[in-house]
Every structure is written in C-alpha cells, then in structure tokens.
C-alpha cells in the first residue's frame, strides 16, 4: 500500500492508490516504455477492489467488508476524486488513458483519453460501493458523494458497426484483432445492471463480443489470459460452442506436459494464469450468480443461473459444494446438458430466483 500511494502522487499528484499493470520486487509503477504507456492505466486499482467486494458477496463477511473491502475501496476512489476531471459537456475525462494493450486503428500510439476500461471499471467501484454501504446502512455521506461522482461518468459509445466501442473520441477507430477485449470488461464477472437494463448497451457488448470472435484467427498474438477473459464473456454471454473451442484451445496449446501452465501457445513461457483462469472459467458455465438491487440501491435478492453455457466436453457431471454469490452453497448434477437435480444451501438465508435450462 505505501508504494500505491507514492504510485498515486508522484505519477499523479493524488490521493489514494494507483496499482501498476505488474509488480516486481516492489509496487513501484516502473514497468513502461514510449511503446507500452503501461503508466497510463489508471484501472488497476478500482480492478483489483473488485476481488475485494466479490469475497464480500460470496461469503456475506459484513465485518470483512467493513474492515478490510471497504477502505481498501475507498483509497481507490479517493485517486478518482482528485484524478478526474470536467470535460467540455460536464462529464468526467479519464486524461491520459489505455485500453490494454491494445493501439486504436490507424494510429501509432496506445494513449488515449477515455479507454472504455477505464470508464467500465470506475463505475463498477463507485456502483459497489454504493451498494455495499447501502445494503450494510453505513456510511451515507460519503454515498452521496460517491453517487455524484458516478452520475458523471461518461456515456458509453457505439462504434458504426454497432459494437461498444473501445475509446471515446471519434477519430480512435477500433482494432478487433487482437488478443485483449479490454473493452468488455463489464461482462468479465456478470452481466452488470446497467447492461440488463439497456438492451442498446447489451446489443452493442454482444456485437463487439461476436465481432471479436470472427476475427480471431488473425489475431496478433495469442494469451492464456486473454483466452480466459475471452471465455468469460462467451460464458455470460450463453455462448456454450466459443466456451468449448477456448476450453479446447487452451488445453491443447497452453499447458507443458507436466501440467504447468504457459502464456503462449507451444506452450512458451511460463506463466500461471490460466492456473485459476480455466477452473474458473468451467465453473462460470455450470453456474452464476449476480446480486440485484431494489429502488433504494440495497441488495434485494440474487439471479442463479444454472448450466448457463456448458461446453461439450463437459455435457455430462456432477459439482459438489460449488460457491456462489450470495453465499450460496450448490451441489447438481445434470446430462446431456440437462439439469438432473439441484440443491441449494443458503447459510445467509438470502433471498433467490432461479434460471435453469
């Protein structure tokens, strides 16, 4: 945390914290050059706060998020708070930014202002810290503020393919090939409620997602932990058919026959992404599930969706003691895709619905 903070005001001149894209021996922000503006992404915190608030929800540990998720979140929107600024309409300016890593069509630099990450993940934080606070009754000013500063967040914009697009200004034409989808961010851990709510936003990430897949195979490079992001999506996103061929890609190209894990396809380099990357990735096809809100912001109730996007290979089986947001305990069993029978314990006594196939 000490090195987040001097990340934060000797890079930025704010509060708060700013995670590098890597670390090292340290948290020093050091790894970047004229080619990798790794400096410019200003994510890494707000992304990692995720993890925190999603340890919250699977266990329903009040006293975890009050002590430990909480102020780690609050140091990250504290960076936003000073790092933010008014554009021209009145909306918040991420200036300077970087979708990774990836460079917009046509242009020679990977800076940019307004990287759909960026917007996608400063949402998510002020949204969940709205809605933890919220549902625990604890600290309302600091909702308020946080509720204002989210009511200017940035639109999301549409490309003329009709696909979410990955940079704001209208001159940084989006460039699909390539191993990141950076700018699906929103669909990489559920289907957030802004995106349920708009069928315009939904079309567009879809349209991006199916874009992206086309064109795959010209793709400039390949990545364990793109491929597993990939998967996600597809995942959410019902796609069963593109779970199997990443599942299948990556079994085939990315594991050395000691079951080590790499980065590229060969395998090549060492790398232990897709160590939790895959399980995670098949346990997201056999069951998710999201919180949802009431009018007040508070979590009123979780979506379960069971066998959302099995692939092939996995047609067949049985899950014991599978978590869930919520703190949701599943044990089912299904064939042929079909759902057999299911159990659900719920410890926290949370209130449910049930999507099943």
Same mark, same amino acid.
């Given at each position: 945390?000490?090195?987040?903070?001097e990340?934060a005001?000797r890079?930025y001149g704010c509060?708060g914290?700013?995670i590098?894209?890597?670390? #090292?021996?340290?948290?020093c922000d050091?790894?970047?050059?004229?080619?990798?503006?790794?400096?410019f992404?200003?994510?890494?915190?707000g992304?990692?706060?995720r993890?925190?608030?999603?340890?919250?929800?699977y266990?329903?540990?009040?006293?975890f998020?009050?002590?430990?998720a909480l102020?780690f979140m @609050?140091?990250a929107a504290?960076?936003?708070?000073?790092?933010?600024?008014?554009?021209?309409?009145?909306q918040? %300016?991420?200036s300077? #930014?970087?979708?990774p890593?990836?460079?917009p069509?046509?242009q020679?630099? +990977? +800076? $940019? !202002?307004?990287?759909t990450?960026?917007? /996608?993940v400063?949402?998510?934080?002020f949204?969940?810290?709205?809605?933890?606070?919220r549902?625990?009754?604890?600290? @309302?000013?600091?909702?308020k503020k946080?509720?204002e500063? %989210?009511?200017?967040m940035?639109e999301?914009?549409?490309?003329e393919?009709?696909a979410?697009k990955?940079?704001?200004?209208?001159e940084?034409?989006?460039c699909?090939?390539h191993?990141?989808? /950076?700018?699906?961010y929103l669909?990489?851990?559920?289907?957030?409620?802004?995106v349920r709510?708009s069928r315009?936003?939904?079309? +567009?990430c879809?349209?991006?997602?199916e874009?992206?897949?086309q064109r795959?195979?010209?793709e400039?490079g390949?990545?364990?932990?793109?491929l597993?992001? =990939?998967?996600f999506?597809?995942a959410?996103?019902?796609?069963?058919?593109m779970t199997? =061929?990443?599942?299948?890609?990556?079994? $085939?190209?990315n594991?050395?026959q000691?079951?080590?894990?790499?980065?590229d396809f060969?395998?090549?380099?060492?790398?232990a992404d897709?160590?939790?990357g895959v399980?995670?990735l098949?346990l997201?096809? %056999?069951a998710?599930?999201?919180?949802?809100?009431?009018e007040?912001?508070r979590?009123?109730h979780? =979506?379960i969706r069971?066998l959302? +996007?099995v692939?092939?290979?996995?047609?067949?089986?049985?899950?014991?003691?599978?978590?869930l947001?919520g703190?949701?305990?599943?044990?089912?069993e299904w064939?042929?895709?079909?759902?057999?029978?299911?159990?659900?314990e719920?410890?926290?006594?949370? !209130?449910?619905?049930i999507?099943?196939?």
């Amino acid at each position: 945390m000490p090195d987040y903070r001097e990340n934060a005001r000797r890079l930025y001149g704010c509060r708060g914290i700013h995670i590098p894209s890597r670390t #090292s021996d340290s948290g020093c922000d050091i790894h970047f050059d004229e080619g990798w503006p790794m400096l410019f992404w200003t994510a890494g915190a707000g992304w990692t706060a995720r993890f925190f608030y999603d340890y919250w929800l699977y266990t329903g540990d009040d006293g975890f998020f009050k002590e430990h998720a909480l102020p780690f979140m @609050e140091e990250a929107a504290l960076f936003y708070e000073d790092f933010l600024i008014k554009d021209e309409k009145g909306q918040w %300016l991420f200036s300077p #930014s970087y979708s990774p890593e990836n460079t917009p069509d046509g242009q020679d630099s +990977a +800076a $940019c !202002t307004n990287a759909t990450m960026d917007i /996608s993940v400063a949402k998510e934080l002020f949204f969940n810290l709205i809605t933890g606070c919220r549902t625990l009754g604890i600290e @309302e000013e600091k909702v308020k503020k946080w509720k204002e500063i %989210l009511a200017g967040m940035p639109e999301y914009r549409i490309n003329e393919d009709g696909a979410l697009k990955e940079w704001e200004p209208d001159e940084f034409k989006d460039c699909y090939d390539h191993r990141h989808i /950076s700018q699906l961010y929103l669909l990489y851990y559920d289907i957030p409620e802004e995106v349920r709510e708009s069928r315009e936003l939904f079309d +567009a990430c879809k349209k991006a997602y199916e874009i992206k897949m086309q064109r795959k195979q010209k793709e400039k490079g390949t990545m364990a932990f793109g491929l597993v992001l =990939e998967g996600f999506v597809a995942a959410y996103l019902k796609d069963a058919e593109m779970t199997e =061929e990443l599942l299948q890609t990556m079994a $085939c190209s990315n594991y050395y026959q000691t079951f080590a894990s790499a980065h590229d396809f060969g395998p090549s380099i060492f790398n232990a992404d897709i160590s939790g990357g895959v399980p995670a990735l098949m346990l997201h096809c %056999l069951a998710q599930s999201f919180p949802v809100t009431d009018e007040r912001g508070r979590i009123s109730h979780y =979506e379960i969706r069971l066998l959302p +996007a099995v692939p092939d290979s996995m047609k067949s089986g049985s899950v014991t003691g599978m978590r869930l947001r919520g703190g949701f305990i599943l044990s089912m069993e299904w064939k042929e895709k079909k759902l057999k029978q299911y159990q659900i314990e719920n410890p926290g006594k949370n !209130t449910y619905v049930i999507q099943t196939r």
